[in-house]
């Protein structure tokens, strides 16, 4: 993908982000993109703690398409995905991640609120557990104070800090 289209679809995710919090849920938002880099083949907001973006979005992704296919995609989320997660996109067989914001960040913002505990564990990390290579861009200077101000404001009507 090239720099543009990474952050087109990372302002798409955090568009997707928005909706989930006008229904009450935590703003993660995370799209599926196609290999051409452009056509989003899915995009999933958060539901609950267990219920990620991007953890429903690659289970549903798996049901959908073929390994092989997933393989060549990119998983685009607006702040780097949980150890959860990470696993998820790693057994759905997607083999890109890209994400807008660090965790650190977001966990700057939400401090111990019990609403977003946190596993300090880099989705990099994760990744390099496993027996394939899963490539990760992130974070993305040129949008990450947008992924963070779309959850600044959410945050602090909830006391986090």
């Known amino acids: 993908m090239t720099d543009a289209q990474i952050e087109r679809a990372l302002r798409r995710a955090n568009d ?7 229904m009450g849920r935590h703003p993660f938002g995370a799209v599926l993109v196609a290999p051409d880099g452009d056509t989003v083949l ?21 049901l959908n398409y073929p390994a092989d296919y997933l393989w060549q995609c990119t998983l685009v989320t607006t702040v780097e995905p949980c150890a959860m997660c990470a696993a998820t996109a790693y057994w759905a067989h997607i083999g ?15 401090g111990d609120n019990p609403e977003n505990p946190t596993l300090s ?21 040129a949008v990450a104070d947008e992924m963070i101000a779309t959850h600044r404001g959410f945050w602090e009507t909830r006391g986090a800090g």
């Open 121 to 141: 564990l880099p989705c990099r990390e994760v990744f390099a557990r496993g027996q394939k290579p899963i490539a990760v861009i992130g974070p993305v200077p």
């Open 96 to 110: 890109r991640i890209v994400y807008g914001a660090e965790e650190t960040a977001l966990h700057a913002l939400t």
């Open 16 to 22: 997707v982000a928005k909706r989930a919090m006008a």
């Open 42 to 62: 899915a995009e999933q907001g958060n539901i609950d703690t267990v219920h990620h973006a991007e953890a429903t979005l690659a289970r549903t992704a798996s």
